[in-house]
């Protein structure tokens, strides 16, 4: 999901860049100062349909953390990031590579960008956080 996620977001916008400027929870260089950075949150309980047990789509969530010593570039980016991500709806999104993708039912907004404050390098920090219907990961 978050590869799919990295994916849509440097396909909309060319101020971030995957491993460069746009990391997972998996990588997260301390020293870069301006980069944006993607984890997964606890979601909420699967949705099921009448006469299956078996879920028909999860619901995920993310949160998305934009970092700068400067707060205006923080702030941008964010805000030009929660504008991708926000009302997105009924559309297949692929990882890099891949020739398949997850239909993603909806991304929504739990709330507009705000601010956590700096981080112990005085560095600004933007938080937006996202639910997310999708097709069940195989």
């Known amino acids: 999901m978050l590869d799919e996620i ?12 995957a491993a460069t400027s746009l990391f997972t929870a998996f990588e997260h260089p301390n020293a870069q100062d301006t980069a944006t950075f993607i984890f997964e949150t606890q979601g909420v309980p699967p949705t099921r349909t009448f006469g299956s047990s078996d879920p028909a789509f999860e619901n995920a969530s993310i949160q998305v953390i934009d970092r700068s ?6 702030r941008n980016s964010a805000e030009t990031i929660f504008k991708i991500l926000d009302r997105q709806a009924n559309v297949t999104l692929k990882s890099t590579g891949t020739a398949t993708g997850a239909f993603y039912l909806s991304i929504t907004a739990q709330q507009s960008p705000f601010s956590l404050g700096q981080d112990g390098n005085d560095r600004t920090q933007i938080s937006h956080n996202y639910l997310i219907a999708k097709e069940l990961s195989t």
């Open 6 to 17: 990295v994916k849509l977001i440097t396909d909309n916008t060319t101020t971030r860049v």
């Open 69 to 74: 010593s400067d707060y205006d570039t923080a």
